[in-house]
């Protein structure tokens, strides 16, 4: 958090204004219609899950896009087989993910560090190519599992008309938009996103309880000096396997949740560059601390939706007020950062943030912050004490 | 009987007989030091009694009860606490958080899912904390991060910790190492009043003789892994072995 | 019987650039301590190297025919290399073996890569925990592989091998078997071949020159080295150089093998870095074995037989015996005690 002096409460309460506000904040910003605000949510519960794991313990796991995969299939299952409505798709997407977790961190957990992070990334993997192969009759390959007309769904009635049915919460439809004029803006309510913002809420509220709770004291201490925890009396294990399997759950309520939005589940969403991607938001920004992991969520989807649509011809427009030769190749070279060529940008962020700010965009908005004022503060400052220290990321050894 | 009985205990590295046959018996609510030469197995063998490493043969009994083959998470829940050579503390977290740790595990057990307490609202747990903390003499320090610290405060800061869980045996891995003359007493005094204050069972590995002889009531002496003499403080000053065992020993 | 020696030979190819690159990802960790991501970019790198060599070399000229006209009555355009124009049959040989030449170019750009990473980049996070040297190297790789495919897009490049190199082999007359048993490409022995001579060489110069000898001595324990004077440092940084070439290397070879895209790098490393965790980190013979015997190990499985008995196990088999290894001997195959333990 950015100072002792906001109590939990006021953070809290602060967080549901912003969430709500959304969409109002983000439609002048060309960022507010649903796809990218619902993805603002769930990343951010992927990104506070993922969190609790890496952020308290420093366990890096390279293979949590796993758990986000292993949800989405879950959920569309449900919506095959049960019914349209989220509440047993998300339910099993969150039980099945959280099976998962009990048994890859059981196993992973045995060693640590670097071990750790490979042991992850192999049972990852394992899952992508499973997913691919032998699994097809549940994940149905490369097309990827999605609805069909003639799917059981035995709870819901049958339905005459020739459409798939779309998720929905008791009749309330996942993709239901409400378009409102505010002050000649066009701002649009949808239902997923509220839907969505509602689990990152209640995601965000439990994350925060688990910090300050013993608990998470524990998980803190596990990142600093595991040998010495051990010593203490505290056997570490537990601890850490149930980080991990409550982070595996985040992530397959994170799934769950993507399916709610669009019924479709693939595999390329298990893939280790996007447990990459995951740990990237994390960092970006600033692992250990409440917010970071929702601010880096945030802006990884915002920047991925805008730079991505850029293209050469966009590019040329805002060099148009320079001497032709000097814009071509000002465009050239920008043109190479935008678009397809977004996640060179995503990369060269990436280097700069691990570089010169560990601690990620929390930490900087802090150093900015302190330099501004707050000088001679110093208590204050140890106040802070451990919660100061979620930039360093040591690591478990 | 003693509360801590070693017997035979031998630990081999490769070629090297770290331990060769060590016998101990400490008794209940006493100081027992150990001491040495450097190399002679001292903290070897403090690591057969914590689980950290396990003695090819041999047995270690604390208070009737094996500790051979068991986690050292157990045997620290039996009662036994490590204060370590080079201090072991949580150096990302605050002085009263790193007290708090261990008060937790001994009220809590080697594991409690809590995720939904606060710390905040575990009165108990913090006076007990600072109460300790006043103890070591670091109660105004306990909101600084431990990292900021001396290292002298690291290692009250660690006594501080194994003593929040009122063990019933300390072990001491040379606790005044490398402290001014001045700390050196001032530990001493410590634990002093902490032996007088409370029944506990000291095991201290020293260097320095004077600590040694102003706190133990029994000394054992290890030479290349083998117990030399055990006998009581006043015997031990004029022994021939030990001398012979600490000649050429540039640090006596 | 013939089947089974198939099979080792079709894991050669594979477990050679598993070795090659695992080779490098060990050095760099044992001389260094450092985790490196971006290792598989490397070996994209070098595989990249080779395209633009050949793409150079196969340059042509257009020229207007003199006597040849096209169906409309315009002189019949002749397009010819710029090479064979200046020398005639050797240009044309140049050609042919682009792979092979282009290993001359590609030893100088690797190393200067690798130097310029390790001197820009990587030493700043000698002393930093290993999550932050996997993160930044991460993001590197992604850089990396990026600015390949604003230049080269995201498709694959087929690359061929010289003329005479490009067809089977009838491999197992060689062992004694009947003819036709045991048929296998010739490039892909030649690349075992090639990846044994640059391991090999890479081990000798360890064994038998007194830099080698150094780099040992500091990957054993590098303060007790520094103590004695010697700057350690500057024979790290040439060691990583050396394993940017070695990685760069194995993709140049590989290209015939396999199509280079943007993306190659990334599904070698995660495999090589299985292979260096297999075998052992820190260990340079651990890596080389567990690359071969990982390569092959993955042929055997993708046999039909196999994968009858156990589906999907072609997918998964290498994963599966890290996992397996990990557990049980969590130093790997030839590991050192202690490395990243504790
Ligand atoms: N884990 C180990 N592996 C190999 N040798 C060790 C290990 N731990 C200690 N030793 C060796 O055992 C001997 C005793 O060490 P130690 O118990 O630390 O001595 P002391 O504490 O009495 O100075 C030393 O020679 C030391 O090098
Ligand atoms: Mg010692």
Redesign the pocket.
């Known amino acids: 958090m950015f100072g002792s002096k906001i109590s939990d409460t006021t953070t809290l309460i602060l967080f549901v204004i912003v969430v709500a506000l959304i969409p109002l904040l983000a439609a002048p910003l060309g960022a507010g219609y649903p796809a990218l605000m619902q993805f603002f949510a769930i990343f951010g519960i992927l990104a506070i899950g993922f969190n609790i794991l890496f952020g308290l313990t420093g366990y890096l796991s390279f293979g949590h896009a796993a758990f986000l995969g292993v949800g989405s299939y879950s959920a569309v299952w449900m919506f095959k087989l049960l019914s349209m409505n989220v509440i047993p798709a998300l339910i099993l997407s969150i039980l099945i993910a959280g099976v998962f977790a009990l048994i890859i961190g059981f196993v992973s957990l045995r060693r640590s560090g670097i071990y750790f992070s490979i042991l992850t990334l192999a049972f990852a993997q394992m899952s992508y190519k499973l997913a691919y192969s032998v699994l097809t009759p549940i994940t149905n390959g490369e097309t990827g599992l999605q609805l069909a007309l003639d799917d059981p769904r035995i709870l819901d009635s049958a339905r005459t008309s020739g459409q798939l049915p779309t998720p929905n919460l008791f009749g309330l439809d996942m993709n239901a938009t409400r378009v409102v004029d505010v002050l000649g803006l066009e701002v649009q309510l949808n239902f997923g996103y509220f839907f969505s913002a509602a689990f990152l809420v209640l995601a965000f509220w439990i994350a925060m309880r688990i910090f300050r709770s013993p608990f998470g004291l524990m998980l803190k201490a596990v990142k600093t000096n595991q040998n010495r925890l051990n010593y203490t009396g505290v056997n570490t294990r537990p601890y850490t396997l149930a980080a991990f399997v409550i982070s595996g759950m985040y992530a397959g309520l994170a799934g769950g949740l993507l399916a709610c939005m669009d019924p479709l589940a693939g595999a390329e969403r298990m893939v280790w560059t996007a447990s990459g991607e995951i740990v990237l938001m994390t960092i970006l920004g600033g692992a250990g601390t409440l917010l970071g992991p929702i601010i880096g969520a945030t802006v990884i989807k915002f920047a991925e939706a805008k730079l991505s649509k850029f293209n050469e011809g966009v590019v040329h427009g805002w060099f148009d007020f320079l001497p032709d030769g000097l814009a071509d190749v000002l465009t050239w070279v920008v043109a190479k950062f935008v678009g397809d060529g977004w996640h060179l940008t995503l990369g060269l962020v990436f280097m700069l943030v691990v570089t010169f700010l560990p601690g990620g965009l929390v930490e900087g908005a802090r150093r900015i912050g302190g330099y501004l004022g707050r000088r001679g503060q110093k208590e204050d400052l140890e106040q802070l004490g451990s919660n100061v220290q979620g930039g360093k990321t040591t690591a478990a050894e | 009987m003693g509360i801590l009985e070693v017997q035979n205990v031998n630990k081999r590295?490769?070629g090297?007989q770290?331990l060769d046959d060590v016998n101990l018996n400490v008794e209940e609510n006493t100081v027992h030091a150990i001491i040495?030469p450097?190399?002679?197995?001292?903290?070897?063998?403090l690591n057969c009694f914590v689980g950290r490493l396990t003695p090819d043969t041999g047995t270690v009994m604390f208070d009737g009860q094996s500790l051979i083959g068991r986690k050292p998470h157990e045997i620290n829940q039996m009662g036994v606490s490590r204060v370590f050579q080079t201090p072991e503390i949580f150096t990302d977290l605050t002085i009263l958080e790193n007290v708090m740790i261990p008060s937790f595990a001994k009220r809590d057990g080697a594991f409690k899912l809590s995720p939904f307490a606060a710390v905040k609202a575990e009165s108990a747990i913090r006076d007990h904390a600072e109460d300790m903390l006043g103890q070591v003499g670091m109660l105004e320090k306990r909101h600084m991060v431990a990292s900021a610290m001396s290292r002298g405060d690291k290692r009250r800061l660690e006594m501080a910790m194994c003593l929040a869980q009122s063990p019933k045996l300390l072990l001491l891995d040379e606790p005044t190492a490398g402290m001014a003359r001045a700390d050196t007493n001032a530990t001493i005094d410590l634990l002093k009043q902490i032996a007088d204050s409370r029944p506990i069972t000291f095991v201290v590995?020293e260097h320095d003789m004077h600590v040694v002889f102003s706190l133990a009531d029994r000394i054992s002496v290890?030479a290349q892994g083998h117990v030399i003499v055990e006998d009581h403080p006043s015997n031990i000053k004029g022994n021939p072995k030990v001398r012979e065992a600490y000649l050429g020993d540039a640090h006596e | 019987m013939g089947d089974i020696v198939l099979q080792i030979l079709n894991g050669l190819d594979k477990g050679s650039a598993y070795a090659l690159i695992a080779l490098g990802l060990t050095l760099i960790f044992g001389t260094l301590g450092v985790v490196n991501f971006a290792h598989g970019a490397l070996f994209m790198l070098g595989a990249f190297v080779t395209v633009t060599f050949t793409n150079l070399l196969s340059f042509e000229r257009v020229t207007l025919s003199e006597t040849e006209t096209t169906a409309w009555g315009s002189p019949l355009e002749i397009r010819e290399p710029v090479l064979q124009a200046w020398f005639g049959d050797f240009g044309l040989w140049l050609i042919d073996y682009s792979v092979l030449v282009s290993i001359l170019v590609a030893i100088p750009i690797m190393f200067i890569i690798g130097v310029v990473m390790e001197r820009g980049l990587i030493k700043h996070f000698y002393s930093r925990p290993h999550a932050e040297q996997i993160l930044v190297t991460f993001g590197l790789a992604i850089v990396l592989q990026e600015i390949v495919r604003t230049f080269y897009g995201a498709n694959s490049i087929s690359q061929s091998a010289p003329d005479a190199l490009r067809g089977m082999m009838d491999f197992g007359v060689v062992l004694g078997f009947e003819p036709g048993m045991v048929p296998y490409p010739t490039w892909r022995f030649v690349y075992f071949f090639f990846a044994v001579v640059v391991i090999g060489g890479v081990f000798a110069f360890l064994q038998f020159t007194t830099f080698g000898m150094v780099v040992r001595a500091g990957m054993a324990d590098r303060e007790t080295v520094g103590l004695l004077g010697i700057d350690i440092d500057k024979r790290f940084t040439f060691m990583f150089g050396l394993a940017a070439t070695v990685a760069g290397l194995a993709g140049v070879m590989y290209t015939p093998i396999l199509s280079p895209n943007y993306q190659l790098g990334m599904d070698f490393l995660v495999l090589s870095f299985i292979v260096v965790v297999v075998g052992g980190m820190g260990s340079l013979p651990g890596a080389v074995a567990a690359g071969f015997l990982l390569g092959i190990l993955q042929s055997f499985a993708s046999m039909n037989e196999v994968k009858e008995i156990i589906p999907g196990i072609d997918q998964i088999i290498i994963y599966l015996v890290a996992v397996i290894i990990l557990l049980t001997r969590p130093r790997g195959l030839l590991g050192r005690a202690g490395v990243m333990e504790d």
């Open positions: 590295f490769g090297l770290a040495g450097n190399g002679a197995g001292k903290s070897t063998l590995i290890l």
